[in-house]
């Protein structure tokens, strides 16, 4: 079994790669699996895992892939939101154009007959939605992003589905939400405080937050999202939606709780460490995302964290043992 993962010097990247290695897609199947990052390993790799460094659009990866097509992708790599704002250029570019590079790589040597049709799962995000209001949403809730990365990631998804639609990938799409604990180091993300508040509470350092107490946004701890990843791609083919796209399952909560439950979770004091000081463009972007209903998506076998305490703990366990915030 081949595997291909882009992004994989990113944090979610990196954790699905260990997560491979440790338990393959199908079980008893021998790994192949190629690892493609702007940014080369960290340590040697081992048997049967294979590092690109570069593009994923990289004519010299389809080049390589041509002798061992790969059977699944996880299509990770992106040039996150605020990033993306202030490099529209570099945006377009890695999040829309190379995407369409990535789909066409996959689907020449299909049309040629000289390979299967390999599965691919985008991480789309939530933020294809914009500003949602305050009234509770479901999974019929029309995209209107209000950044360049959302839209990206909207047209990606109806490029995905697309190359599906013709046969040329088995493509589907993960609408993620915010992932938990990303690192502490400057990624681009806007909802960055999701994830400092978990840092600063477990390392116990002053951090002022940049959205209120009552803010609230959509939660998913790493190890969760990696479940849910690697449910798309064992989910069969067949009877598939047409959009070939879910928006996932997610735990709904106010910044407060979560800080709460963190702190107990970590045994600190969230008033000493925690502070206020709400920018309003931040709150009005990702600090105010209403409840949400996916009962289609949970039928199709996703899942959240299931309680506030469960995610906590997966955060804390991931600090604790180095992993889930420093990849």
């Not at 299909?110 to 999974?139: H, I, K, M, N, W």
């Not at 990606?156 to 799409?173: F, H, K, P, Q, T």
Request: with cysteine.
């Amino acid at each position: 079994m081949h595997v291909l993962v882009t992004g994989a010097g990113g944090f979610i990247g990196a954790a699905l790669a260990e997560r491979l290695q440790s338990a393959p897609l199908v079980p008893g199947a021998p790994l192949r699996l190629t690892l493609v990052d702007r940014v080369g390993p960290r340590a040697a790799c081992a048997p049967g895992v294979h590092w690109h460094v570069g593009s994923f659009a990289d004519r010299a990866l389809f080049e390589a892939l041509e002798d061992h097509p790969p059977d699944c992708v996880f299509h990770l790599a992106s040039v996150p939101g605020s990033l993306a704002e202030r490099e529209p250029v570099l945006g377009v570019q890695a999040n829309l154009l190379d995407t369409v590079a990535l789909c066409e790589g996959l689907a020449r040597p299909v049309r040629a007959g000289r390979a299967p049709v390999p599965r691919l799962v985008f991480a789309s995000s939530v933020a294809v939605y914009g500003a949602l209001g305050t009234q509770p949403v479901d999974e019929d809730q029309w995209p209107q992003p209000t950044l360049s990365y959302g839209a990206h990631k909207w047209m990606a998804e109806l490029l995905v589905a697309d190359y599906a639609r013709r046969g040329d990938i088995d493509g589907r799409s993960l609408r993620l939400p915010g992932v938990v604990a990303r690192p502490p180091a400057e990624t681009g993300h806007g909802s960055a405080f999701m994830s400092q508040i978990f840092h600063a509470l477990h390392a116990r350092q002053a951090y002022t937050c940049t959205v209120s107490p009552q803010a609230t946004a959509w939660w998913m701890s790493l190890e969760c999202c990696l479940d849910n990843l690697l449910h798309a791609a064992r989910l069969p083919a067949h009877g598939l939606p047409a959009a070939r796209c879910w928006q996932l399952p997610v735990l709904h909560s106010s910044v407060e709780a979560v800080v709460q439950a963190m702190a107990r979770a970590a045994d600190a004091d969230a008033a000493e460490w925690i502070r206020y000081a709400p920018d309003a463009r931040v709150e009005a972007l990702f600090g105010r995302l209403p409840a949400l209903s996916t009962p289609r998506a949970e039928a199709a076998g996703f899942q959240n964290d299931g309680s506030l305490q469960a995610l906590t703990a997966r955060v804390l366990g991931g600090l604790q043992g180095g992993g889930g915030g420093v990849k």
